[in-house]
């Protein structure tokens, strides 16, 4: 249509210009390179140290490690303009990524892109292209033979509820499955969060059982890494124990697991509630089923699971161009300002625009100096407000975390929510 | 044809001068800057006059240096290497006055006391340094970056756009000046490079036959305050806080001698008074206001002012040295040129050399310290220097100004303060203070400390003045 | 590209010499990470990239790049963010890309109201910092997560230009390391001990060697260290946010900040308002927002911009001036300067927005005038678009300007994306002394569009330039080419080209073509 200005204005002739839909290639061709994918929501940024979002192009410095690079990578490879004889470093560069999916977050400010599920098309098409990454084929053999991620023995899956008065689902039925996960079920540090998270749910009434050894992996990891087939055979393999065992709720204290059950099960018709341990514990607080009764004087900073935030919207099928970025913010929250004694001070970077761990997107198995990188750049931003105590709500957080504490010889303490209530009751 | 008729060929017989008087007084200023006599002057009516005398020039490999008036202080208009001075002071006309843009176009003659006169019938006026010479060039006194009394950001950096004959004869343009598409032409950056590579270069890059300045809106209320302070160390923080609040127009100090220099009209009984009863140092702020609710803003402004004193424990005055109606004397000084008797720089003495440079306000004291301390070696009393401190930008720095007096006639006065300037200028140089715009001698010592930015300038000057006709030797180029 | 030929295994054997393995760059998957920018041209030239890619960790490993470049004769640009242009120009063999990820130094003087600034800091990093101390710097609509240095060495506008300048008034002392390998310093850096605090001389300006409205692209040389100027900030240490990305809220506090909205029946009196304001020498933050620029920073998605735009909704305020009342002083101020403002208003015809829309566009982008966020959503509805031609002169001028530059694009350029005529940015300077305007305009990120758009185009106005207020369109058109035009500055400015690049290895097919001038010069000389 012409204007007054004399010349025809132009509609868009593509209509992915119009309306987003999800296409790789058009993803890939539109990044503009405005780099945002590396930066925090600048709005939000309080201190030049903590203004990164990106772990990958923090470390490794050239953009090829950023999303934006990634983008230049997946269209040379749809392309056919670069393969991966091209360069022996190309694996590593998919690879050296948490899938934290914060440029992703940051990019959706700006654009209507899904570039984090790029990366992970990316990955599953170079598995696809029979290019597999050294490293994380012990984890995926393992994940087959044992059903676990950490390299266990799948006999020994049940071994962190022994003595624990629990429902057991592979014999009972049972509303509320508490899913442990791999991390927690062969982490022995690790045991008596899991522990705790079962023991408040029954104290608080709750009718919830575990798959104890019968557990099997929620197979989320795997699908970061770009392993979707295993993850399709996880997945269709818990739903059918928990329908058989009469499950209504999945309830599970690992982020992971939370965004792999929640979002990409949706994928394969699961029906059931699925809900986070914080989001339970905040839901029996605020029904007065759980009382915090003892004062806890701590100054504590609380670290947002990337699983548990800003990848709950970034789910393949989930986005919604223009929608927040919403996650389970408050609700942890809640429960630590809830706590008598408790002054919870937040880091720079929180919520949709928080620090990664480092533990994700097969980091931690692969590239563990990486993981540690970016988990000691996290326990300096909660040094940094002074808190005595950094709290998280997934068990690869707390991991990456206070194995980061103790190779700096530092003093904060790592503690997942479970804990800081039990002191609290 | 000699040097003196080919120049009548090009200016007319009436502005063409080689009289032994005449080059006398070209060939000397009232810096130190070693005297050296001209060949010719020419008076030239019009940029075209000045072209032809620069290609002139080149043909004859002769030099030229531009002088824009009468007056000049630190010897950029004394022929280093003799050859032609072009005085451009019959170049006088205002050619626009647009008050829309605040702006005024004037030719290099244009002097502070007609350009203010004719702006404040329009309600404008140029944002000046402390009482300029009224014979002074209003262009040069821009192109020299001279600081201005009002330290606002918005007022500062007053050359817009300007017109220039090239070293090789050429004409050429700085800013939007450069586009013929343009309508007014105003914009002081635009292709590379920008009118800033031409300010400071005391005329060895061109000689400029136009500018555009920034000119503002005369305040239609003003109410000046005082503050006095027995110490140098106790002047900074004031102005700071009253700078971070945006506050004022005129903002500067000066010290006992200046302040009396600058107040007296009798010399010398009224001058001794006044310097004695003065405190050492006044921080003088004059706060201001436009058009619109004027009371109002002064009030508003006024306001502020007494909370940052109150902080400070400090008390603004409406003067100081218990000398009545000094606000409203001090007023009348501030939008224009010196008016009295003899310049006041040099009713002290008879001549007054200037050591100035910037530095930041935290470190004024320790450069007064080493002036006083060079003057003390040398038996010059430091209660006759001169000092004049003008914080700029919203005091992100601070131009220091150090005079020191001697009588011209008294050849061993002269002589002492002349080692002494070199000796402070040389003690300023090493402690740090920066010297933008190195006149004379200061050249040599600035740049064999900037051997990188000397070698820059040096591939510049090449490059647009290949056969270095315009003010050679000025700026070691 | 040659890779892996004799030259090229030199070179990078001499670059890891000098930097070690970890920061030299040449494999494949590295560099095509370095192929394109938002300046799409590059994308056409992405079957060609640069070759290396390396990241010096100071000063001395710069001078170091540079002295090999000269020595191997290969070709070098720099980057910090590369958002714009600095890939576009790396078609030539050898091209080594200078990234500056690991030069990110940054120290505020709060006293003398100044920032110490190495390449790769954001402005969101130096505002972080100033805010802390009760200072600020402004930041252009590329967003606050670009480089400070480079938008400073660039362009730089931005709303509180009209109070604190533009870029290259913000710019004090400089480190630049020259196209043969030496270090300059400029201003009082260039004089030991007295710090960088000011930006002038020594003698004349060689700041302005290198900036104009736009910057030389590092041709002329590397800027490694800057500082800058802060402003003071009567506003709190952080910014106070609402909601969660994309739908991000920012509302400064009510007590020393205030926005108006004021529409204008016509372009003219807008222009005539402006003047107004500026006379009065009130607000902290003004300029024109022009109904394209609304429409793509408020809009959250590709599906809500076309819902607004087709509903025309922005475009009922086509001529509406942004301004945003600080309090510097007190919250006194701000009440003096809001009944100034408010008498302004009525005098010149203006009408304050709705408050409907006040309230929908105020909270999630007025202050991203303040600190810039939504600069790149520009991108959003095509995957590209072009910045336009800036002009700068008289506020009155742009009135002529926007009919001059929209008949060059109708006459070169395929139709933009729906709004080419909506986009009619203005922003002014010093309390509009002088002022800005640049029409930009997103288009579709595809073969034929960005040869029109940025290919031909460029070359066409370059040379139709001479009575054009367009004029100093910026992108790809080298100085020799519009040099003619404006009383041959090129020429000079190739001799000092020439002088401290002699083997033109920085940045060579940007700022200026060497090559072409001396293919001239073998010319005029045949003839003569």
């Not at chain 3, 970890?22 to 799409?40: E, L, P, Q, T, W």
């Given at each position: 249509?012409?204007?007054?200005?004399?010349?025809?204005?132009?509609?868009?002739?593509?209509?992915?210009?119009?309306?987003?839909?999800?296409?790789?290639?058009?993803?890939?061709?539109?990044?503009?390179?405005?780099?945002?994918?590396?930066?925090?929501?600048?709005?939000?940024?309080?201190?030049?140290?903590?203004?990164?979002?990106?772990?990958?192009?923090?470390?490794?410095?050239?953009?090829?490690?950023?999303?934006?690079?990634?983008?230049?990578?997946?269209?040379?490879?749809?392309?056919g303009d670069l393969t991966y004889d091209d360069d022996p470093e190309l694996l590593d560069i998919i690879y050296k990524c948490n899938t934290c999916g914060g440029c992703d977050a940051m990019c959706k400010g700006v654009q209507d892109m899904e570039?984090?599920?790029?990366?992970?098309?990316?990955?599953?098409?170079?598995?696809?292209?029979?290019?597999?990454?050294?490293?994380?084929?012990?984890?995926?053999?393992?994940?087959?033979?044992?059903?676990?991620?950490?390299?266990?023995?799948?006999?020994?899956?049940?071994?962190?509820?022994?003595?624990?008065?629990?429902?057991?689902?592979?014999?009972?039925?049972?509303?509320?499955?508490?899913?442990?996960?791999?991390?927690?079920?062969?982490?022995?540090?690790?045991?008596?969060?899991?522990?705790?998270?079962?023991?408040?749910?029954?104290?608080?009434?709750?009718?919830?059982?575990?798959?104890?050894?019968?557990?099997?992996?929620?197979?989320?990891?795997?699908?970061?890494?770009?392993?979707?087939?295993?993850?399709?055979?996880?997945?269709?393999?818990?739903?059918?124990?928990?329908?058989?065992?009469?499950?209504?709720?999945?309830?599970?204290?690992?982020?992971?697991?939370?965004?792999?059950?929640?979002?990409?099960?949706?994928?394969?018709?699961?029906?059931?509630?699925?809900?986070?341990?914080?989001?339970?514990?905040?839901?029996?607080?605020?029904?007065?089923?759980?009382?915090?009764?003892?004062n806890v004087p701590m100054r504590v900073t609380y670290h947002d699971p990337c699983h548990l935030g800003r990848r709950l919207a970034q789910a393949p099928g989930f986005y919604v161009p223009?929608?927040?970025?919403?996650?389970?913010?408050?609700?942890?929250?809640d429960i630590i300002k809830s706590i008598p004694g408790v002054e919870l001070v937040e880091m720079c970077r929180i919520k949709e625009y928080s620090w990664c761990c480092g533990g994700g997107g097969g980091v931690i198995d692969a590239y563990p100096e990486f993981n540690n990188f970016t988990a000691t750049e996290r326990i300096k931003e909660a040094e940094a407000t002074g808190a005595e105590a950094i709290i998280t709500a997934c068990p690869w957080c707390q991991r990456s975390l206070t194995d980061a504490v103790t190779d700096v010889e530092g003093k904060m303490k790592v503690i997942d929510i479970v804990e800081l209530i039990q002191q609290a009751m | 044809m000699g040097l003196k008729q080919d120049l009548v060929e090009i200016v007319g017989s009436e502005y063409v001068s080689d009289d032994p008087a005449t080059l006398e007084k070209y060939s000397k200023d009232s810096s130190f800057v070693q005297p050296r006599k001209p060949s010719c002057v020419a008076y030239p009516a019009n940029a075209e006059e000045v072209q032809r005398v620069v290609k002139y020039a080149n043909e004859h490999l002769m030099p030229v240096t531009p002088r824009s008036s009468s007056v000049s202080f630190y010897g950029a208009g004394i022929p280093s290497e003799g050859g032609i001075i072009v005085d451009l002071s019959r170049m006088n006309k205002i050619l626009e006055i647009d008050p829309r843009n605040k702006r005024v176009k004037v030719e290099p003659g244009v002097t502070w006391a007609q350009v203010q006169e004719a702006l404040e019938k329009e309600g404008l006026m140029v944002s000046n340094p402390l009482l300029p010479h009224p014979a002074k060039s209003v262009l040069t006194s821009a192109m020299e970056r001279e600081p201005i009394l009002i330290c606002k950001t918005e007022y500062s950096e007053t050359m817009l756009t300007s017109e220039l004959v090239m070293p090789d004869g050429e004409m050429s343009w700085t800013g939007t000046a450069l586009s013929k598409g343009m309508k007014v032409q105003i914009c002081p950056d635009a292709l590379i490079p920008g009118a800033r590579l031409w300010q400071g270069a005391q005329g060895t890059l061109g000689i400029m036959t136009w500018a555009n300045i920034k000119t503002e809106y005369l305040p239609t209320r003003d109410k000046v305050f005082f503050i006095a302070c027995d110490r140098i160390e106790d002047v900074a923080e004031p102005i700071y806080r009253i700078q971070r609040r945006m506050l004022g127009n005129e903002c500067f100090v000066l010290n006992s001698f200046n302040l009396a220099a600058v107040l007296a009209k009798k010399w010398p009984e009224e001058f001794e008074v006044l310097r004695a009863s003065l405190p050492p140092w006044t921080i003088i702020l004059c706060l201001s206001a436009l058009h619109r609710f004027p009371e109002e803003k002064i009030a508003y402004e006024e306001e502020a002012l007494m909370e940052v004193a109150s902080e400070l424990h400090i008390e603004p005055q409406r003067t100081v040295g218990g000398i009545p109606g000094l606000a409203g004397t001090v007023l009348k000084l501030l939008r224009k040129p010196w008016s009295g008797d003899g310049y006041w720089k040099s009713c002290y003495k008879g001549s007054c050399h200037d050591i100035f440079f910037h530095t930041t306000l935290d470190r004024v004291p320790e450069f007064t310290e080493a002036m006083n301390g060079v003057a003390a070696e040398y038996g010059y009393p430091t209660k006759d220097i001169g000092v004049y401190l003008q914080p700029l930008d919203r005091a992100r720095a601070c131009f220091c100004q150090f005079g020191f007096h001697c009588d011209p006639e008294d050849a061993r006065e002269v002589n002492l303060v002349r080692n002494l300037f070199m000796e402070a200028s040389e003690e300023a140089i090493s402690m740090g203070g920066f010297f933008t715009t190195p006149y004379g001698q200061w050249a040599d010592m600035v740049y064999s400390r900037a051997a990188s930015y000397s070698r820059l300038l040096k591939i510049v000057k090449n490059a647009y003045d290949p056969n270095n006709v315009m003010n050679p030797g000025k700026l070691g180029l | 590209m040659?890779?892996?030929?004799?030259?090229?295994?030199?070179?990078?054997?001499?670059?890891?010499?000098?930097?070690?393995?970890?920061?030299?760059?040449?494999?494949?998957?590295?560099?095509?990470?370095?192929?394109?920018?938002?300046?799409?041209?590059?994308?056409?030239?992405?079957?060609?990239?640069?070759?290396?890619?390396?990241?010096?960790?100071?000063?001395?490993?710069?001078?170091?790049?540079?002295?090999?470049?000269?020595?191997?004769?290969?070709?070098?640009?720099?980057?910090?963010?590369?958002?714009?242009?600095?890939?576009?120009?790396?078609?030539?063999?050898?091209?080594?890309?200078?990234?500056?990820?690991?030069?990110?130094?940054?120290?505020?003087?709060?006293?003398?109201?100044?920032?110490?600034?190495?390449?790769?800091?954001?402005?969101?990093?130096?505002?972080?910092?100033?805010?802390?101390?009760?200072?600020?710097?402004?930041i252009p609509l590329v967003g606050a997560h670009m480089s400070a240095l480079a938008n400073?060495?660039?362009?730089?506008?931005?709303?509180?230009?009209?109070?604190?300048?533009?870029?290259?008034?913000?710019?004090?002392?400089?480190?630049?390391?020259?196209?043969?390998?030496?270090?300059?310093?400029?201003?009082?850096?260039?004089?030991?001990?007295?710090?960088?605090?000011?930006?002038?001389?020594?003698?004349?300006?060689?700041?302005?060697?290198?900036?104009?409205?736009?910057?030389?692209?590092?041709?002329?040389?590397?800027?490694?260290?800057?500082?800058?100027?802060?402003?003071?900030?009567?506003?709190?240490?952080?910014?106070?946010?609402?909601?969660?990305?994309?739908?991000?809220?920012?509302?400064?506090?009510?007590?020393?900040?205030?926005?108006?909205?004021?529409?204008?029946?016509?372009?003219?009196?807008?222009?005539?308002?402006?003047?107004?304001?500026?006379?009065?020498?009130?607000?902290?933050?003004?300029?024109?927002?022009?109904?394209?620029?609304?429409?793509?920073?408020?809009?959250?998605?590709?599906?809500?911009?076309?819902?607004?735009?087709?509903?025309?909704?922005?475009?009922?305020?086509?001529?509406?001036?942004?301004?945003?009342?600080?309090?510097?002083?007190?919250?006194?101020?701000?009440?003096?300067?809001?009944?100034?403002?408010?008498?302004?208003?009525?005098?010149?015809?203006?009408?304050?927005?709705?408050?409907?829309?006040?309230?929908?566009?105020?909270?999630?982008?007025?202050?991203?005038?303040?600190?810039?966020?939504?600069?790149?959503?520009?991108?959003?509805?095509?995957?590209?678009?072009?910045?336009?031609?800036?002009?700068?002169?008289?506020?009155?001028?742009?009135?002529?300007?926007?009919?001059?530059?929209?008949?060059?694009?109708?006459?070169?350029?395929?139709?933009?994306?729906?709004g080419q005529g909506d986009s009619a940015w203005v922003l002014t300077f010093d309390f509009c002394h002088f002022a800005g305007a640049d029409n930009a305009g997103p288009f579709e990120k595809q073969d034929e569009q960005i040869k029109g758009v940025l290919g031909e185009a460029m070359e066409q106005i370059g040379i139709d330039t001479k009575n054009s207020m367009a004029t100093f369109e910026v992108a790809t058109t080298p100085v020799n080419v519009t040099g003619p035009a404006f009383a041959n500055f090129h020429i000079p400015l190739a001799k000092i080209k020439k002088a401290i690049d002699p083997n033109n290895v920085s940045n060579p097919t940007r700022f200026i073509d060497m090559d072409a001038i001396a293919r001239a010069e073998q010319e005029k000389a045949k003839s003569d």
């Open positions: 249509m012409a204007t007054e200005k004399g010349k025809a204005l132009s509609l868009p002739t593509d209509d992915w210009n119009s309306k987003y839909y999800w296409d790789m290639r058009k993803v890939a061709w539109n990044c503009a390179r405005c780099s945002t994918c590396k930066w925090v929501d600048v709005w939000e940024v309080k201190d030049a140290r903590f203004a990164k979002i990106c772990p990958s192009s923090l470390y490794y410095l050239f953009d090829a490690y950023s999303n934006q690079g990634r983008m230049d990578l997946a269209l040379a490879l749809i392309d570039p984090l599920r790029v990366m992970l098309e990316i990955r599953a098409k170079s598995i696809e292209d029979g290019q597999l990454l050294p490293q994380l084929m012990p984890i995926i053999d393992n994940l087959r033979k044992e059903d676990n991620m950490m390299m266990g023995k799948k006999a020994d899956r049940g071994k962190w509820a022994e003595g624990l008065e629990v429902k057991d689902l592979t014999m009972e039925q049972g509303e509320v499955v508490f899913h442990a996960g791999c991390r927690v079920c062969y982490d022995e540090e690790l045991w008596p969060v899991a522990r705790g998270m079962v023991t408040l749910l029954k104290n608080a009434g709750v009718d919830v059982g575990i798959m104890g050894k019968d557990e099997t992996c929620c197979g989320g990891r795997a699908f970061q890494m770009g392993y979707q087939g295993e993850f399709t055979k996880y997945a269709e393999n818990n739903l059918e124990a928990w329908k058989n065992a009469g499950v209504k709720t999945v309830v599970t204290g690992c982020a992971d697991g939370y965004y792999a059950i929640k979002r990409l099960y949706t994928q394969l018709g699961a029906e059931f509630e699925v809900l986070h341990i914080v989001e339970y514990i905040d839901r029996l607080m605020k029904e007065g089923k759980i009382k915090f009764t003892r223009g929608a927040p970025m919403m996650g389970v913010y408050e609700p942890p929250r | - | 040659p890779l892996g030929d004799e030259k090229h295994k030199l070179i990078y054997k001499e670059l890891v010499n000098v930097l070690g393995f970890d920061y030299v760059a040449d494999g494949a998957a590295i560099v095509r990470a370095y192929s394109r920018d938002m300046f799409a041209v590059s994308v056409l030239r992405r079957k060609r990239g640069p070759e290396f890619i390396v990241l010096p960790g100071n000063t001395e490993d710069v001078q170091r790049i540079v002295q090999l470049a000269n020595r191997y004769k290969f070709p070098f640009s720099v980057m910090s963010g590369g958002w714009m242009l600095p890939l576009m120009g790396a078609a030539k063999q050898y091209w080594c890309i200078i990234d500056f990820k690991r030069m990110n130094g940054l120290k505020i003087d709060e006293k003398n109201m100044c920032a110490v600034i190495e390449p790769s800091v954001t402005h969101a990093q130096v505002q972080a910092e100033a805010m802390k101390v009760g200072l600020y710097n402004g400073h060495a660039w362009h730089g506008w931005h709303g509180t230009a009209y109070r604190s300048g533009f870029s290259t008034r913000n710019i004090l002392g400089m480190e630049l390391v020259l196209p043969d390998g030496e270090l300059l310093t400029t201003g009082s850096l260039a004089s030991p001990e007295a710090g960088s605090f000011w930006g002038e001389g020594p003698g004349p300006d060689l700041r302005n060697l290198r900036k104009g409205i736009v910057g030389d692209d590092g041709s002329l040389g590397i800027i490694t260290r800057m500082t800058i100027k802060l402003h003071p900030w009567p506003g709190p240490r952080f910014l106070p946010t609402e909601g969660v990305r994309p739908q991000k809220r920012c509302q400064l506090p009510t007590n020393r900040f205030k926005w108006y909205f004021i529409n204008y029946p016509t372009e003219k009196a807008l222009i005539d308002a402006m003047y107004e304001i500026g006379k009065a020498e009130i607000g902290g933050s003004m300029e024109r927002f022009d109904p394209q620029r609304m429409a793509y920073e408020y809009a959250k998605s590709r599906q809500e911009y076309w819902q607004l735009f087709n509903e025309r909704y922005w475009q009922s305020y086509p001529n509406t001036i942004g301004i945003c009342l600080w309090g510097f002083a007190s919250e006194r101020q701000l009440k003096y300067e809001e009944k100034v403002l408010e008498q302004i208003i009525e005098e010149t015809g203006g009408k304050l927005w709705p408050d409907e829309a006040y309230q929908k566009f105020v909270p999630y982008v007025a202050n991203s005038r303040t600190r810039s966020i939504w600069g790149p959503r520009w991108c959003r509805i095509g995957g590209s678009m072009q910045t336009g031609w800036l002009m700068m002169d008289t506020l009155d001028s742009v009135l002529d300007y926007f009919p001059t530059v929209w008949e060059h694009m109708n006459r070169y350029t395929p139709p933009y994306l729906e």
